[in-house]
């Protein structure tokens, strides 16, 4: 399964170095607006790319229909592929939910831990469980939103080094992150996306209680 899962992931990127700029343009496109869009355009970035990926490469099932199949090749590719990209939006979603849970969960756990070291019984006290779990709850709420932000600035900036280099003809492999460091520079991204997310986020907000107040003076 996993040697199946990586042949199909280096299928989908040598598609995309062969394909150019025909790849490469609505690719930086699509990671800049995730970039700087950030969560809000998770779903239907997804679910672009899954469309994408499904309909390039669900070409070869086909032939399992049988010599008649009720349906012609582009219609099949087309059908699958939209299948392919919901069922991506949803696997992409409960992953940063799973994702924002595992850090709640490492950080509780490593406070328990350190309290034990300093004689700190924060499960067996019930006022010290009480604030543990407030703690608990607060951390889920901030994390469900600071995930999918941190991840689609992660993704977008890879996403546009991956365009850059297929569109000046740079050996992508250096983003493996293995052979070279270059994939590194993604997490410089994800904290400038995460920044830039912020700031929009504060600017409507602080235009929406301008629009109130003068609405309410009107």
């Not at 994408?52 to 012609?72: A, C, M, R, T």
């Not at 709850?137 to 900036?157: C, H, I, Q, Y």
């Amino acid at each position: 399964m996993a040697s199946e899962a990586t042949e199909i992931g280096t299928g989908v990127l040598d598609q995309v170095v062969a394909g150019g700029l025909l790849y490469a343009v609505p690719l930086f496109v699509i990671s800049l607006l995730l970039f700087v869009e950030g969560s809000k355009r998770i779903p239907m970035t997804v679910g672009i790319v899954g469309f994408i990926v499904g309909f390039g490469l669900v070409g070869e099932l086909y032939e399992f229909l049988g010599e008649n199949p009720p349906i012609s090749e582009a219609q099949f590719r087309f059908i699958a592929a939209a299948a392919v990209g919901v069922i991506s939006v949803s696997v992409a979603q409960m992953a940063m939910r799973f994702l924002a849970a595992g850090m709640v969960f490492l950080i509780i756990t490593n406070l328990i831990r350190a309290g034990d070291g300093a004689n700190v019984d924060f499960e067996g006290d019930a006022f010290l469980s009480g604030i543990l779990t407030l703690i608990a709850f607060f951390l889920s709420m901030s994390f469900r939103r600071l995930v999918p932000a941190l991840m689609a600035g992660l993704v977008g900036t890879l996403g546009m080094m991956l365009a850059v280099y297929v569109a000046v003809g740079w050996d992508v492999g250096r983003l493996d992150g293995v052979s070279a460091p270059d994939a590194y520079l993604g997490l410089v991204g994800m904290l400038l996306s995460a920044f830039i997310q912020w700031r929009t986020i504060k600017q409507k907000e602080n235009e929406e209680e301008h629009q109130k107040e003068y609405d309410f003076e009107f």
